[in-house]
C-alpha cells in the first residue's frame, strides 16, 4: 500500500499533467485556426513531436516554432509536407540523436537550431536545405559534418562548438556567404586551408582545440576581422595577415612542446609547426626554389592567364593531389601574393617586439609568421610597413 504522500504526489502530478497537456491543445487549436505564423511550445515536457500539430490543416501557415528545453528525441518523417513554410525551427535543448532524412524536404527553412542534444551524426540531407542560413549545433556529440553542408551557399552562421570533431570538412568554403564560424571545444588538429577562401567570413573561433599551426592564408581576405585561437596550447605562429586584426590567444604557446613534430622551423630557441601541407622550409642560402615548384608556378601563371582560365584542368589531365593544388594552393606569398605550392620562407616577428608589446609584458610567446615565395620576398618582407 503506497503512502498517502506519495499517492498525493501522483494525483498532483496526473494533474498537472492534464492541465499541461490542455493548454497544449489549446495553444496549437488556436494557431492552426487563426493561421499564426508564430507558434511556442518551449518548457512543455514534450516527449514526442505533438501529432495535434501535423492533423488536418492550419499548420501550413506556420513559419517559426520554437520548441526548446523538451525531451524530443527525433522529428517526424513528414515534417516538410505539413509544416511547407517553416523557416524557423528551434530545438535547442532536447534529447535529439537523429535527425531524419526528411529534414531537407523544409526547403523554406532558414534557421535550425538543434544545440545542446545529443547529435552523433548529422544527415546528408542537410545540404538540401538550400535557404539555410543559420545553423546552431553547439553541445552535441558530432564527430564529423558531412560532406553536403558545402551545399548551404546561403549558410551565413555555423556553429558546432563544444562537440568531438577532428576536423571540419574541405567543402566549407563552399559556402559563400558564410559570415560567422564557430567550433571552439572540439579535438581539431587542424583547419582546411580551404576555409581562407570564404571571402565573407567576418569572424573565426575556434577556441580550445588542439591546433598547432594555421593556414597561411588565413586573414588574408580583408572582411575576416575577428578571430579567437585562445587555449590553443601548442599553437605558436599566426600568419602575418592577422596583424592589426582582433585575435585572441591567451593561452597559447604555453605547452611544452612534445617531441613528435610536424614540419616546423626553429626562431631563438622556438619551435614553430607550419602546416603539413609543405614540403620544403626555404631559407636565406635557398635562391632557387625546387624544381616542382617552378613547375607548379609555370602551370599556375599560364592557365591562371589564359582565358579558359583552371577550368580545363581536370584529375584526368594531372595527378589528381597536383591538380587540387593548383586550384588550391598552400597559400599566397605575404608579400608579393604569388601562390605557393610546396615550399615556403617563413619569416618571425615575435609579439613582444611589435607595437603590441605592450599587451603582454613580455609574457607570451606568440610570434607572428609571414610566409614568402622566395629568399628576395623574405628579405624585403616588413610587418609593420
Not at 528551434?90 to 545529443?118: C, F, M, R, W
Not at 538540401?128 to 558530432?142: D, E, G, I, M, P
Not at 611544452?256 to 636565406?284: A, C, D, Y
Not at 586550384?327 to 605550392?341: A, E, K, R
Request: net charge neutral; glycine share 4%.
Amino acid at each position: 500500500m503506497k503512502a498517502p504522500g506519495n499517492h498525493w504526489s501522483l494525483m498532483l502530478w496526473h494533474q498537472d499533467s492534464l492541465i499541461m497537456n490542455t493548454d497544449l491543445w489549446k495553444a496549437i487549436s488556436v494557431a492552426k485556426r487563426e493561421k499564426h505564423r508564430k507558434l511556442f511550445l518551449n518548457y512543455k515536457s514534450l516527449c514526442k513531436f505533438p501529432p495535434e500539430l501535423l492533423k488536418d490543416g492550419g499548420s501550413e501557415y506556420l513559419e517559426h516554432l520554437y520548441m526548446k528545453m523538451n525531451s524530443l528525441t527525433t522529428l517526424p518523417d513528414n515534417l516538410g509536407q505539413k509544416l511547407p513554410n517553416l523557416t524557423e525551427l528551434y530545438l535547442h535543448s532536447n534529447n535529439i540523436a537523429v535527425v531524419p532524412e526528411a529534414i531537407g524536404t523544409l526547403v523554406k527553412l532558414q534557421s535550425l537550431d538543434l544545440s545542446n542534444n545529443v547529435l552523433a551524426i548529422l544527415c546528408p540531407e542537410i545540404g538540401q536545405l538550400k535557404s539555410l542560413r543559420h545553423l546552431r549545433l553547439a553541445n552535441n556529440q558530432l564527430r564529423f559534418l558531412p560532406s553536403e553542408i558545402g551545399d548551404l551557399k546561403e549558410l551565413q552562421t555555423l556553429d558546432v562548438s563544444t562537440n568531438c570533431l577532428t576536423t571540419l570538412p574541405e567543402s566549407l568554403h563552399l559556402c559563400f556567404s558564410l559570415q560567422y564560424l564557430a567550433a571552439d571545444r572540439n579535438h581539431l588538429a587542424d583547419l582546411p586551408r580551404q576555409l581562407c577562401m570564404l571571402q565573407n567570413l567576418n569572424e573565426l573561433s575556434v577556441t580550445s582545440n588542439s591546433l598547432k599551426c594555421l593556414p597561411q592564408d588565413l586573414g588574408r581576405y580583408p572582411e575576416l576581422q575577428y578571430v579567437y585561437v585562445d587555449n590553443n596550447l601548442e599553437l605558436y605562429g599566426l600568419p602575418s595577415f592577422l596583424y592589426n586584426k582582433v585575435i585572441g590567444h591567451s593561452g597559447c604557446g604555453s605547452s611544452v612542446q612534445s617531441e613528435e613534430m610536424k614540419l616546423s622551423f626553429t626562431n631563438r630557441q622556438l619551435t614553430i609547426t607550419v602546416p603539413e601541407e609543405i614540403q620544403t622550409i626555404g631559407t636565406e642560402n635557398d635562391t632557387v626554389p625546387p624544381l616542382q615548384e617552378i613547375i607548379m608556378r609555370t602551370i599556375y601563371n599560364f592557365y591562371h592567364t589564359s582565358k579558359k582560365g583552371l577550368d580545363p584542368l581536370s584529375p584526368n589531365s594531372l595527378p589528381r593531389n597536383l591538380c587540387e593544388l593548383l586550384f588550391y594552393p598552400l597559400g599566397h606569398c605575404h608579400h608579393c601574393s604569388q601562390p605557393m605550392f610546396t615550399i615556403v620562407y617563413p619569416k618571425c616577428f615575435p609579439l613582444t617586439e611589435t607595437p603590441m608589446a605592450a599587451l603582454y609584458n613580455g609574457r607570451t610567446k606568440m610570434c607572428f609568421v609571414a610566409y614568402c615565395c622566395s629568399t628576395k620576398c623574405l628579405q624585403v618582407f616588413d610587418l609593420l610597413s
